[in-house]
């Protein structure tokens, strides 16, 4: 008979977490460390990584390392491949979880009538192609071995249009803000992204599936938040914790027999 708590569990398999310093990538390798995988965290800032491995490493008995890595260079994406894969070991869990709200956030919440090419290309390279730029290197070698597992962040705007009237008024660290078309396009194309590489990859045993989460807590004011729960028949917003549930149910055998699919942890908004 099948242990089935024994599906869950992840060690001697090693696990990259792309924006591993994010709100989300923190409680990602959280979570894999925790069900015993080795983690490789993967973001742009060196004394962000360095400093999120130390930590991490103090909490668990198993390997963690933090690599400096631009997700739009796919020739330093290669590079850090085998540096993971030379201190950690093959690796058969992909979180493709980086991001990009640009180096310049007034450009990002532009209007769509003063928003320009650059700042959408800007967004795209890190969000799309930076995504299928990872999901390259490191589902190649998953698929050369037979095994693997990728989950890949999208967003709830990714799968809905952003309800306007909710953003009157309300602020992120004090800024007003909204969500961009850029934003919404890029994310759109991490749901079909994700439903091309599981067909393409399948044969070779590599699952990919696609992680929507709904708004995540992280800084909002209170009329935002609360423009926003009233929309979600949970009545909140989520926490960041909320996501890594789902997270580590897709990278773990239980998932053995699901790909190609969006798992949306939204608190029911996309139901109505």
């Known amino acids: 008979m099948t242990a089935f708590r024994d599906l869950f569990n992840l060690k001697g398999r090693t696990a990259v977490v792309t924006g591993g310093c994010g709100i989300l990538g923190r409680r990602f390798a959280e979570g894999l460390a925790e069900f015993g995988a080795n983690v490789a965290i993967l973001d742009l800032d060196a004394q962000a990584v360095q400093r999120a491995a130390s930590d991490l490493s103090a909490r668990h008995a198993v390997s963690i390392k933090g690599y400096v890595c631009d997700i739009t260079q796919p020739g330093t994406i290669r590079h850090v491949a085998d540096s993971v894969e030379s201190d950690l070991g093959p690796v058969s869990i992909l979180l493709n979880n980086a991001a990009s709200k640009t180096r310049d956030v007034d450009a990002f919440f532009a209007p769509v009538a003063a928003f ?20 390259q290197v490191f589902g190649t070698l998953m698929a050369a071995r037979s095994y693997g597992s990728i989950v890949q962040t999208a967003s709830i705007y990714g799968l809905m249009a952003p309800d306007q009237r909710i953003y009157e008024g309300s602020e992120y660290l004090g800024r007003a803000i909204n969500t961009p078309a850029a934003y919404t ?76 699919q969006n798992i949306a942890v939204d608190g029911g908004l996309s139901a109505w």
């Open 116 to 135: 320009s090419s650059e700042t959408w290309r800007e967004i795209m390279s890190v969000n799309l192609d930076g995504m299928f730029n990872v999901a």
């Open 185 to 260: 396009a890029s994310k759109a194309g991490v749901i079909g992204l994700t439903k091309h590489l599981a067909a393409y990859w399948g044969p070779q045993g590599v699952r990919v599936n696609t992680l929507t989460p709904g708004g995540v807590e992280s800084g909002q004011n209170d009329t935002f938040k609360q423009r926003y729960g009233a929309r979600v028949p949970l009545g909140r917003m989520a926490r960041a914790d909320e996501m890594v549930g789902a997270v580590l149910f897709l990278v773990s055998d239980a998932a053995s027999y699901v790909t190609g």
